[in-house]
């Protein structure tokens, strides 16, 4: 083959193959692959691997291998990429540090860039309310019904209704993400009500956007990257000097988003706010007073968006927090730290891998023989709270808000 053919060649090969040289950003996660020393370390430990076997998704270790495969085989990896649940355990036991959730979200991005028919249906759903809405769910467009399944809930938990301060300018803003903003609108509510609870003064957007999380996970890297500098701008305007969340994915992706474009803003969860600078004193003198001889038993699911991509100390946090609670006794389930399979929107195109995932969860739950199980993330929750209610089971799941809402005294 002469110098020419050979050109024509290779020039055709990478425009059939749709193949772009990395980027900068792209090409340090391939760097970071290279440290991998194939030990197989993180494959027994990928919840997904113990749940659906090595023959369904290949696992972390292979996810590093692939992109040294060549193109055909790269764009294979669309069969298994979107498996990942993003839960970080890989990440946690590896030796060499090798990011590999970093490295599925880059190729979840080139997925969607070059070959958007390998995505699975359920992303592009997510992707165009997303766009359509700046949320990862289609709102309640209706004011009074959302009111009233609000009110609903609020019924359900015996809260009391906390009016919502006017958008203005403030030191905090409390941001519920879009589960508690158009889902599970008592976590939101319950927020309200221990901030005004311990008078602190705060604020909320008027138009609640969504922290980009999702768009980062299914490899939609503009859009995360436009809903995080939204976000900015509203901080701006606010003059807001902290975010107090009660999600675990916004707090690790705010968190990040803060990190990586130095707002100097921090992000802290709900649970970190509380024993940190409220502080243990105020807390433990507003819990309610026990109310029977029994100490409700519960157990705590740890989500991984606090344990691994935030800190694990916030964990410990949560567990100080409920033991200044009367009434209550926290036993810890051998399955606390183990991914629930909610994560890494792998429950909107495969819900019978994310199912499988959480059995682990449920069968040590059920070992325990707690009556409620708290975590403090309302995706966990509704994760947990379907799949039990599925399985038969009687316990009940709160949100770590909502479970603390409920146990405070009234100011004064
Ligand atoms: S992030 Fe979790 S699910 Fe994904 S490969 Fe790693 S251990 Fe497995
Ligand atoms: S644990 Fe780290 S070094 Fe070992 S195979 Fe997995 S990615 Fe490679």
């Known amino acids: 083959m002469g110098e020419e053919e050979a050109y024509e060649f290779v020039t055709s090969t990478l425009e059939k193959e749709r193949i772009e040289p990395y980027t900068r950003e792209e090409s340090e996660v391939v760097h970071s692959v290279q440290q991998c020393i194939n030990c197989g370390i993180c494959l027994s430990h990928c919840p997904v691997v113990a749940a ?12 590093a291998v692939e992109l040294s495969r060549s193109p055909p085989e790269f764009w294979a990896t669309g069969d298994t990429i979107y498996l990942c649940t993003g839960c970080g355990t890989c990440m946690e036991v590896c030796p060499k540090n090798v990011n590999i959730p970093e490295i599925v979200n880059m190729m979840r991005s080139r997925i969607l860039r070059f070959r958007p028919d390998l995505v699975p249906k359920g992303l592009h759903v997510v992707r165009e309310t997303i766009l359509e809405h700046n949320l990862a769910f289609v709102p309640l467009e209706d004011v009074e019904d959302k009111t009233e399944s609000r009110d609903m809930r609020l019924e359900h938990y015996g809260l009391p209704l906390i009016e919502t301060p006017e958008e203005a300018k403030s030191e905090v803003l409390y941001y519920p993400g879009c589960q508690a903003e158009e889902r599970s609108q008592e976590v939101r509510e319950a927020a309200k009500i221990i901030l005004d609870r311990f008078e602190v003064g705060f604020t909320m957007l ?32 606010l003059d807001i000097k902290k975010i107090v969340t009660t ?6 992706n705010i968190g990040d988003a ?33 109310r029977g001889k029994e100490k409700v038993k519960v157990t705590v ?6 344990i691994r991509h935030t ?48 059995k682990e969860n449920l069968e040590a739950i059920r070992l325990l023989e707690a009556q ?12 947990l709270e379907d799949n039990l209610f599925q399985s038969g089971s009687s316990i009940e799941v709160d949100d770590l808000t909502v479970f603390i809402a409920q146990r405070l005294s009234n100011k004064g």
Not at 247 to 252: I, K, N, P, V
Not at 375 to 382: D, H, I, S, V, Y
Request: charged share 25%.
């Open 301 to 306: 699911h740890d989500p991984c968006h606090l």
């Open 206 to 237: 008027e138009d609640m956007c969504c922290c980009g999380l999702p768009s980062r996970l299914m490899g939609d890297k503009d859009t995360a990257e436009k809903l995080a500098s939204r976000l900015k701008q509203r901080i701006d305007e």
């Open 372 to 383: 409620r199980v708290v975590t403090p993330c309302p995706l966990c929750t509704a994760q």
């Open 52 to 63: 659906v076997g090595i023959y369904r998704f290949s696992g972390p270790r292979s996810i």
């Open 258 to 290: 803060s990190f990586a474009y130095d707002w100097n803003v921090p992000v802290l969860h709900l649970v970190e706010f509380l024993t940190d600078e409220v502080g243990t004193d105020k807390l433990a003198k507003a819990f309610t007073k026990p």
């Open 311 to 358: 800190s694990r100390q916030l964990m410990d946090k949560a567990l100080l927090l409920l033991d200044l609670i009367p009434d209550v006794k926290v036993e810890v389930s051998t399955a606390a730290d183990s991914c629930c399979g909610g994560g890494g929107l792998v429950a909107y195109h495969s819900k019978d891998v994310s199912k499988a995932v959480v």
């Open 247 to 252: 999600c675990a994915g916004c707090t690790s």
